[in-house]
């Protein structure tokens, strides 16, 4: 069973200035953790979060999607998890942009409500870089 976690946010900014900041290796790191990402089709990927006793802390990625400013699309894999991400942007006009995440192939529950805790989080970062 594959169960998928799909999750809205708006923010007051630019769909571009939210494309780059879901695109840009430098702010992605800001909101996400250090990597070495590129929004090129095909292209391989590191999410370097702190590891832990029980996690190395890499995330393995690869880029499946890059439809510039709207949709953007990567499969990543941590242990024996793999999940497909796809953040659909949207111009809602007034200065506002929605940005929809779909988070598929999560195994368990447990670690589709943890995905839900930390994108909360995540986002809650994310403002704060569209804010500089």
Request: no cysteine; proline share 2%; net charge negative.
């Amino acid at each position: 069973m594959s169960l998928t976690l799909a999750m809205d946010f708006q923010f007051t900014t630019t769909i571009e200035k939210l494309w780059s900041a879901i695109t840009d290796s430098n702010k992605l790191a800001k909101w996400i953790a250090d990597n070495d990402f590129k929004a090129e089709v095909g292209y391989r990927f590191q999410f370097r979060h702190q590891p832990s006793e029980w996690w190395d802390g890499i995330v393995d990625g690869v880029v499946l999607i890059v439809d510039k400013p709207n949709r953007l699309s990567y499969e990543w894999v941590t242990g024996q998890e793999k999940q497909t991400v796809t953040l659909t942007l949207q111009d809602l006009g007034d200065g506002k942009v929605n940005l929809h995440l779909e988070q598929t192939g999560f195994s368990n529950t447990q670690g589709l409500e943890g995905a839900k805790y930390g994108w909360g989080s995540w986002v809650d970062k994310l403002e704060k870089v569209l804010g500089q």
